[in-house]
């Protein structure tokens, strides 16, 4: 068979749904190729080509290019879209083909799945479930590889986190652990587990500014932690959503006070007011957030 992949989103980052699909069709010995949505929408009588399309949509931005393949024929699902759908249980866990994407250094992966916090603006509970419990162990998708991106929604809220930190601590690959690490679940011992890692970025997230257990956690995770640099410890800042724009500005000075790199995400962002637009532009563009110190002097 001939078999075309398209990555709807075309981030730089790659698409673990698609990698493990060319991994199971290569196996197979069927051909396999990476794909635009370009290439099938605008490609003319492209579909003579293959026997079989997949795409892989993430981001609901994108829908409507992932309904138009749809309707011509491909299989698709991703969380950008209405319909759920899952791989079948032979390819969700079959060892994923990062050369797919060129570079077989960095290994995608979920240890866990699922978040028990089920925030109402986030749509992993609805999709994977209101409990974090492990699906996979590290040799799943890591067999050597220099990076690990880790791709779990709320490692923390795993009852087997600590064997599970234990084991990236143990492979000696530099870990990003990519999504927000659950501040408010961090103790002295899974700290010391963190430190145990070479960590290449740490992510948490501070969504609600009236959470005061947040910055509380935040303080002693900087007192207790030897990762140091700022910069790998970056913190998500949710805003257009419960947020005055005073919570938001409040959130972005205490964090980059206090050693963190913040970053904003809007929720919703086409109908954001602009001073959050202007306000996300200010803090996400480092080069600037680092020479204007204050937002009240960014004209952006």
């Not at 060129?102 to 109402?120: E, K, Q, V």
Request: aromatic share 12%; charged share 25%.
């Amino acid at each position: 068979m001939n078999v075309g992949l398209v990555d709807v989103d075309g981030t730089k980052f790659p698409n673990l749904v698609l990698m493990k699909l060319s991994a199971w069709h290569k196996r197979r010995g069927d051909i396999v190729q990476l794909l635009r949505p370009d290439d099938v929408l605008l490609g003319g009588n492209l579909f003579g080509d293959y026997d079989k399309f997949y795409a892989s949509c993430v981001f609901t931005a994108n829908a409507e290019i992932a309904r138009r393949l749809l309707d011509i024929g491909a299989e698709v699902g991703g969380t950008g879209i209405p319909h759920t759908s899952t791989l079948p249980h032979e390819i969700e866990h079959v060892y994923p083909d990062y050369a797919l994407y060129g570079d077989t250094s960095t290994a995608y992966g979920f240890l866990t799945r699922g978040c028990p916090r089920a925030c109402p603006f986030c749509i992993v509970a609805g999709k994977e479930g209101k409990e974090s419990r492990k699906v996979a162990d590290l040799g799943e998708f890591w067999s050597g590889e220099r990076y690990i991106k880790l791709l779990d929604p709320n490692l923390l809220a795993a009852r087997e986190h600590m064997e599970l930190l234990g084991h990236l601590a143990e492979s000696g690959a530099w870990v990003d652990f990519t999504q927000g690490l659950d501040a408010r679940l961090l103790t002295e011992v899974n700290i010391a587990l963190i430190n145990a890692c070479k960590v290449k970025m740490l992510h948490f997230a501070w969504d609600n500014p009236r959470d005061k257990s947040i910055p509380r956690m935040l303080q002693m995770f900087a007192e207790k932690s030897t990762v140091t640099d700022y910069r790998k410890r970056k913190v998500y800042v949710l805003t257009n959503y419960w947020s005055t724009h005073d919570e938001d500005l409040r959130r972005v000075y205490w964090l980059r006070e206090n050693g963190y790199d913040p970053y904003v995400m809007v929720y919703d962002k086409p109908h954001a007011p602009k001073e959050t637009r202007q306000l996300q532009r200010w803090v996400n563009n480092k080069i600037i957030f680092r020479r204007c110190e204050r937002f009240e002097d960014y004209r952006g």
